[in-house]
Structure formats: C-alpha cells, structure tokens
C-alpha cells in the first residue's frame, strides 16, 4: 500500500488555475512517509520551477514532459507546468515515448530517472545541483500573464 496523497486538485492546465488562493495555504496538498507539502508550499514552489520552465521555452502551446515519481516532486511539476500555461506530458516508459511527449523540446525529471530517457528533449533534472540553485534561488512570487508571454518571446 503506498503512503503517498496527492490532492486531488492539482490543475493539469492553466485554465484551472488563477492562484491557489482558493485552497487553505495551510491545508496538506501532498504527503508521503517522510514529508507533508501545503497548498502554501505548492505554491511557492510550482512559482519558482515555472519561472525555470518559462526561461527554458515552456509557455502557452508547448508540450513539457514530465517524468518525475516522487509525489511530490511530481506534484510541485504538473502545478509549474500549468502556471507556465504549457502542456504536461507524462512519460509513462522509458526508452522513446508517445508522439506526444517526443513533440516536448523540455522536460523534467530526476537523477534517478534520467538515463533511460530520450536524448531528444531538454531535461531539467531537479535534483542536479546548478537545477536546485536556480530553483532554490528563484522568486516565489505569483506567475503574471506577462511572464509567460515574455519569458516565451525571449526564448
């Protein structure tokens, strides 16, 4: 039986999210064995890897793949993914992926996973060390629509 909970409204697309200012920011988002992750944390979180997604080419009309395990690591993605107005695309195998996720020019994933994916796409590995600085160092504040059309423009 796994001890991992994602909550059940975390968006796939942008459409479903404005901010999480709906939700209690002290309320349990996700939880594993070893940690509990608010809805205040998510937030946080998601707002700074979808600052690194949008500087990396995420945007409205592109396809992110995602391969990412931890519940919570995939959480704070899908949500990073939906604020930078991208599509996710779960890598559900390894080796080459549907012709959804090889459309993706980015994806993100972890250490663990990296070597058995495609070569094709450009992966943000969220446990490598320069990833973590520009995540860790990043602003936490709320993705504006302007980002996401500049950011996008710039790249």
Do not use: C
């Amino acid at each position: 039986m796994s001890t991992e909970t994602i909550a059940p409204s975390v968006p796939a697309r942008t459409g479903a999210l404005a901010s999480v200012d709906h939700f209690d920011p002290n309320a349990i988002a996700v939880s594993t064995a070893d940690y509990v992750l608010t809805y205040g944390e998510l937030d946080s979180w998601s707002n700074r890897l979808a600052r690194v997604l949008l500087a990396n080419g995420a945007g409205p009309g592109a396809m992110v793949a995602m391969a990412v395990e931890p519940a919570i690591e995939a959480a704070v993605t899908r949500w990073a993914i939906a604020k930078s107005g991208a599509t996710p695309a779960l890598v559900t195998s390894r080796g080459p992926g549907s012709s959804e996720v090889e459309a993706a020019a980015i994806g993100v994933t972890t250490t663990a996973l990296r070597g058995d994916l495609t070569e094709a796409i450009g992966w943000l590995v969220l446990d490598d060390r320069s990833m973590l600085v520009r995540y860790l160092t990043g602003s936490d504040a709320p993705i504006t629509d302007a980002e996401r059309t500049s950011l996008r423009q710039a790249s």
